[in-house]
C-alpha cells in the first residue's frame, strides 16, 4: 500500500497576513496575556522573498544563518535559530502599524517584519516555504513524471514520503535537501536550472565515505525538465 504523502498534515500552509487590529505598538514580553492574541508561527517576510529568487533553501540560508521563525504561545514567545540551537526563550515582540517583530534577547536588536502563517508543526512550516518555489510538474531523462508541491513529492503518481532539511549545519550545504528512502544515501537535494531540476543523491557531510558533489559538472542522479 502506497504511504502517505510527507505532508499530509500539513494544509494549512498557506499564509495569512492578518494581525489582530487592536495589537498595541508596544513590546509584549513572556507572561503577558497579550501574547495570546499573536499566538501562530511567525516568519520572516524577506526569508520567503529570497526563496522565490534563490529557489535554493540553502543559497538562501547562507545569507543568513541564525534566520529563524518565531513561535508565539499563550505565555511566551520563542526564537528556533536556524531550526537546531532551539528556542531562546525571553523573546519580546511587538506590533508597529500591522507588522509584527521581534526583539533578539542579546543585542536588542528588532528584527522583522513577520508574517503570520496557519502553520501548526514543523511539517506546515517547511511547506510555507516550499510553497515559494518548489511547484509544478517534470520528465526526468528516465521517462518519469515528477511533480513536486508544498506538501508532497510524487513520481509517476507514487508519493514519495520525504522531509525538507531544514537544518544544515551536517548539510547538505547546496540546493534544497529532502531526507527520503530513494537510493542508499539520506538526502535528495534539489538543484535549480534554468528549465527545472538537477536532482543529487548525497550523504552528511561529516560521513567519512561522502564524495565531494560538484553540481556544475557532475552528472546529476536525475535531470528534470519542466513540462
Not at 32 to 50: C, F, N
Not at 137 to 160: D, T
Not at 166 to 188: I, K, V
Not at 193 to 208: K, N, T
Request: aromatic fraction near 12%; hydrophobic fraction near 40%; charge should be negative.
Amino acid at each position: 500500500m502506497a504511504m502517505r504523502p510527507w505532508l499530509y498534515l500539513a494544509c494549512a500552509a498557506a499564509l495569512s497576513a492578518g494581525t489582530p487590529a487592536h495589537a498595541a505598538d508596544t513590546a509584549v514580553c513572556p507572561g503577558s496575556p497579550a501574547l495570546a492574541q499573536l499566538k501562530g508561527t511567525w516568519v520572516r517576510a524577506a526569508l520567503l522573498a529570497q526563496l522565490k529568487q534563490t529557489r535554493s533553501w540553502a543559497a538562501t540560508m547562507a545569507g543568513d544563518t541564525q534566520s529563524a521563525p518565531v513561535y508565539v504561545a499563550a505565555d511566551r514567545a520563542d526564537f528556533n535559530l536556524s531550526w537546531h540551537e532551539g528556542d531562546t526563550g525571553q523573546v519580546c515582540v511587538r506590533m508597529t502599524q500591522g507588522q509584527f517583530w521581534a526583539q533578539d534577547a542579546n543585542s536588542k536588536q528588532w528584527l522583522g517584519p513577520y508574517i503570520r502563517t496557519n502553520a501548526h508543526d514543523l511539517a506546515g512550516e517547511a511547506a510555507v516555504y516550499l510553497a515559494a518555489f518548489f511547484n509544478g510538474c517534470f520528465r526526468s531523462e528516465e521517462g518519469e513524471r515528477w511533480c513536486l508541491s508544498p506538501h508532497q513529492i510524487s513520481i509517476n503518481g507514487q508519493p514519495v514520503p520525504a522531509q525538507l532539511q531544514m537544518d544544515l549545519s551536517e548539510g547538505p550545504f547546496y540546493g534544497t535537501a529532502f531526507a527520503t528512502h530513494l537510493s542508499r544515501l539520506p538526502f535528495t537535494v534539489f538543484v535549480p536550472r534554468a528549465d527545472g531540476w538537477d536532482v543529487f543523491q548525497d550523504d552528511w557531510a561529516s560521513s567519512p565515505d561522502r564524495r565531494p558533489i560538484d553540481t556544475a559538472n557532475d552528472r546529476p542522479w536525475r535531470r528534470l525538465k519542466a513540462e
